[in-house]
């Protein structure tokens, strides 16, 4: 079956004709300044259709942050390419907003102005930059909060303010860095329906990071797995699922493919524990 | 209405202070010191008031007031802005890290002659002395509070469409704010130490020559009221910056 799975992949899945992101053999390597270098992700190849949810699966340190710094642009591409409708990525834009675990929100900034940042870099006229701040604010719910400090946030908050900022610019592309990995499982749930719910509304590209297979599952429309360190995509895994049905977790389709992917998972999970050990 | 308490508060905090001068006027009423050595407190005071109504006095205040505020914003801007570029551009940091590491531990007050001979005995010599010997604790703070820079705050900003120069701005600078205004309280407490030493030495106007002046003409109760005086100056000077930096830093509570 894995061979099957793998075939696919090669072939780009069946979005290959709708591709918005094409990854080509692309590695990465760190080299710190001090110890050795650090090969994070080897040869991976893979395409994500325009609007399509991929979330990228695979146990910590397999290369999943690395990969994502690569398609926003913050990493020197060595090895490889990657191309965005065609363009090859040379830095990081806004067409590719990005949410990061740890929300990255400006701590001397107020929810409105860490909103307002990127509209303010695209010349809009005062106005509509308030106004598109303040609709984004209104979507994840933080209206009221407007002038508060991300110190004064709950966690949840912070990762809806940083959300906000980032879909206030329109980006095509959403990269997510297990954004909902910092927080407790009740908030963490509750981000994940009102993800979909957005991305239901205004489709974009979403690639979400994470390493917990059920959430991958709930989300995705496929999901890539990756292995151990380096990284490479080990399979891609197509999932059809009724979102709108709200006993979907407890579904046995659902369960039956959290557990088969679970299965793909925790072979390179004791894998790169022992890598580590 | 918090006022009253604060007060308070503010006056029981304090209370050493008090405690000392108290100290101080029993010492010369029961002659347990020589007043030689000693002038009574309200003698000290007594001369400390005549004192402040001569425009001699204010004269000289001013003067050192203008050549420690105007060396120590030297020392901030300019030692705060080589730090952060220290940390954002590598070859400034090749450049200018072994220059500080060598001047960062050489007693400033060996500059006093130096700048002496080079600007003479007036204003300019003093700021530059105040400017070089208080602007090293700046660009250290600045440079590790911009090297502390989160690197996904960075990204954040480049993704959001900021250049890189717009990053520097935006991100880099907030981030190094809270070290680089430690060194600035630093570059204060150094900048009264410098001030009054180089005018004591080279000077013929300001608080520290009129220390010097007042000494050398046998005037000690007068003397002591100066001492008092930028003594106070000193303690007033750092509480107006830490509630400056406060309210700089008020994202932080
Ligand atoms: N800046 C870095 N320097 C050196 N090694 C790094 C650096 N960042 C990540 N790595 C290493 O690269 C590997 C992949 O890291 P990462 O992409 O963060 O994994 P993941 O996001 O899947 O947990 C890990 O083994 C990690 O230790
Ligand atoms: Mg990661």
Request: proline share 12%.
């Given at each position: 079956m894995d061979s099957a799975v793998l075939d696919r992949a090669a072939a780009g899945g069946a979005q290959a004709a709708n591709a918005q992101i094409v990854i080509d053999r692309l590695s990465h390597t760190y080299r710190p300044a001090h110890g050795r270098p650090v090969l994070?992700?080897?040869d991976v190849s893979l395409t994500v259709g325009r609007r399509e949810f991929l979330a990228l699966l695979g146990?910590?340190?397999?290369g999943k942050s690395t990969l994502l710094y690569q398609l926003g642009g913050f990493l020197p591409t060595e090895t490889g390419t990657i191309t965005v409708d065609g363009k090859k990525v040379q830095g990081p834009g806004p067409d590719r907003g990005i949410v990061f675990q740890h929300f990255?929100?400006?701590?001397?900034?107020?929810v409105r102005a860490n909103v307002m940042y990127g509209l303010q870099r695209m010349s809009l006229p005062k106005a509509e930059q308030e106004r598109r701040a303040q609709e984004f604010i209104d979507l994840v719910g933080?209206?009221?909060?407007?002038?508060?400090?991300?110190?004064?946030?709950?966690g949840g908050m912070k990762q809806r303010c940083a959300i906000a900022r980032t879909l206030a610019i329109d980006p095509e592309i959403l990269l997510m860095d297990?954004?909902?990995?910092?927080?407790d499982a009740q908030t963490r749930h509750l981000m994940q329906t009102e993800l979909l719910a957005i991305w239901n509304r205004s489709p974009k590209t979403v690639i979400f990071v994470t390493h917990d297979v059920q959430e991958a599952v709930y989300l995705a429309q496929r999901v890539a797995v990756m292995s151990a360190r380096p990284g490479r995509i080990k399979a891609i895994i197509d999932l059809d699922f009724d979102r709108r049905d709200p006993h979907l977790t407890k579904s046995k389709a659902f369960v039956d493919k959290v557990d088969e992917i679970w299965e793909l998972v925790r072979g390179e999970a004791i894998k790169a524990q022992a890598g580590k050990a | 209405m918090r006022s009253g308490p604060a007060f308070a508060a503010g006056l029981f905090r304090y209370l050493p202070i008090v405690f000392l001068l108290l100290l101080w006027h029993m010492a010369s009423t029961f002659h347990l010191v020589s007043t030689a050595v000693l002038p009574p407190l309200s003698s000290v005071l007594s001369s400390g008031y005549d004192l402040v109504s001569t425009a001699e006095f204010w004269d000289n205040t001013g003067s050192s007031m203008y050549r420690g505020g105007m060396g120590l914003l030297l020392a901030i801007v300019i030692g705060g802005a080589l730090g952060i570029a220290m940390a954002w551009w590598k070859p400034i940091r090749y450049v200018s890290s072994p220059l500080v590491e060598i001047f960062y531990p050489l007693p400033k007050s060996a500059l006093i002659p130096i700048t002496a001979l080079w600007l003479g005995f007036g204003d300019a010599s003093k700021i530059l002395l105040i400017f070089l010997g208080c602007m090293l604790p700046v660009t250290i703070g600045a440079f590790n509070g911009a090297r502390g820079a989160e690197q996904t705050l960075i990204w954040s900003a480049r993704s959001l469409g900021a250049s890189r120069w717009r990053t520097l701005l935006d991100v880099v600078v907030p981030s190094a704010l809270p070290e680089l205004l430690n060194g600035a309280r630093t570059a204060l407490a150094l900048s009264f130490i410098l001030l009054v030493s180089s005018e004591m030495i080279v000077a013929r106007k300001g608080l520290g020559y009129l220390i010097g002046f007042l000494g050398d003409g046998g005037n000690y109760d007068a003397m002591f009221a100066v001492v008092l005086v930028v003594a106070a100056l000193g303690f007033f000077a750092d509480r107006v910056y830490l509630a400056f930096a406060r309210r700089v830093l008020r994202w932080r509570e």
């Open positions: 994070a992700i080897d146990p910590s340190g397999c990255a929100l400006f701590p001397w900034k107020t933080l209206s009221g909060f407007e002038d508060s400090y991300p110190s004064q946030l709950s297990e954004p909902f990995g910092a927080l | -």
